[in-house]
């Protein structure tokens, strides 16, 4: 269950483009960007490691995201952040 309270770092990312389609959608950008910015931060070097990192500190991470399907895989990881416009994500950072 997420607060109510955003972290303010992630409000930078808010109008960050979703390149997915909406069918595909099964985990919110700013959750994954959540993760993957957390997981960075603590020493994560592959999506691998994001995606352990994530499912290690899921009940934190659900004290300010949604994470209604869970933490993404490594797959889901790299695939969207490949496809995000990397100049538009720098502008977000």
């Known amino acids: 269950m997420a607060s109510a309270q955003?972290?303010?770092?992630?409000?930078?990312?808010?109008?960050?483009?979703?390149p997915?389609?909406?069918?595909?959608?099964?985990?919110?950008?700013?959750?994954m960007v959540a993760i993957a910015i957390c997981g960075a931060i603590c020493g994560a070097d592959t999506w691998a490691d994001v995606e352990r990192f994530?499912?290690?500190?899921?009940?934190?991470?659900r004290t300010f995201l949604r994470l209604e399907n869970g933490v993404p895989s490594h797959d889901t990881f790299g695939r969207v952040f490949a496809m995000l416009d990397t100049s538009e994500f720098y502008n977000c950072c």
């Open 6 to 18: 955003v972290p303010v770092i992630l409000t930078h990312f808010e109008e960050l483009t979703d």
């Open 54 to 61: 994530g499912r290690e500190k899921i009940e934190w991470f």
């Open 20 to 31: 997915r389609l909406d069918r595909t959608k099964q985990h919110r950008l700013g959750d």
